[in-house]
């Protein structure tokens, strides 16, 4: 069954440098989503990705954050200067086509660790 | 606003137990979704189950069972003669539902931590 691939699976980062994380979503989905599991709570939504641009955003996802899509299968996040509280889990998920409306499938997440 | 409350924080069964967890949801929304997610303990999120706001009927699938009422906006999830596997975190999900297009973001509850013990 296809998956969403997340990389690296754990990626530690000294506060205040840059972070990309990577995503492949499913190969025929349209829909691109991040969304952060700080420790031990709830997952929440950061952004929603379609047609090549920010459908919806999270107050969470403020200027230092960025995603895109620089090729037909890669879909990144990066948090331009990390701090502290950015240390969590970051799980990718995509949905399919407009018609379909197929629920969304989550990778395995990255566990990114601030120090 | 739409929210997702997920009361039982923790719960502990032995092997063979039935065991409901609670969901309760509030949205204006006149069409949604609702979700149940499973996380293991390596973490991965494992989507388990879809429905759509016009369809009250339960669903059974395996062990796995579902009631859906929107009487009392809750879609509470029960696994029947539970197994140590099912020891995880999971989680019931609202989203919006778009008639032109894909769901929207996934609002999640907080979780309920369901260890099954031996």
């Known amino acids: 069954e296809p998956e969403v691939t997340q990389t690296p699976s754990h990626q530690v980062t000294q506060m205040g440098q840059e972070v990309i994380l990577r995503c492949v979503p499913i190969?025929?989905?349209?829909?691109f989503y991040w969304y952060r599991q700080i420790l031990g709570q709830k997952v929440e939504f950061l952004v929603s990705?379609?047609?090549?641009?920010?459908?919806?955003k999270s107050e969470i996802f403020d200027d230092q954050f960025s995603v895109e899509r620089p090729d037909g299968s890669n879909f990144t996040l990066k948090i331009r200067s990390t701090k502290l509280e950015d240390s969590a889990m970051y799980f990718c998920?995509?949905?399919?086509?407009?018609?379909?409306?197929?629920?969304?499938?989550f990778g395995d997440g990255t566990r990114l660790s601030i120090l | 606003a739409q929210k997702v409350t997920q009361a039982q924080t923790e719960i502990s069964v032995v092997e063979k137990e039935d065991v409901t967890l609670d969901c309760v949801y509030e949205?204006?929304?006149?069409?949604?979704?609702l979700f149940w997610y499973k996380q293991p303990p390596s973490g991965e999120l494992v989507f388990l189950i879809r429905?759509?706001?016009?369809?009250?009927q339960n669903e059974i699938s395996g062990r796995y069972s579902w009631n859906f009422q929107k009487s009392t906006s809750s879609f509470n999830f029960t696994i029947t003669a539970s197994q140590v596997v099912d020891s995880a975190v999971y989680f019931c999900?609202?989203?919006?539902?778009?008639?032109?297009?894909?769901?929207?973001?996934?609002?999640f509850g907080k979780g309920t931590k369901l260890s099954v013990k031996p």
């Open positions: 998920a995509s949905s399919g086509d407009r018609y379909s409306n197929q629920p969304q499938h």
């Open positions: 190969s025929n989905h349209l829909y």
């Open positions: 990705f379609y047609n090549n641009e920010i459908s919806e």
């Open positions: 949205t204006r929304d006149t069409t949604y979704y």
């Open positions: 429905r759509n706001s016009f369809d009250e």
């Open positions: 999900a609202l989203s919006e539902y778009d008639y032109g297009g894909s769901q929207g973001n996934l609002i």
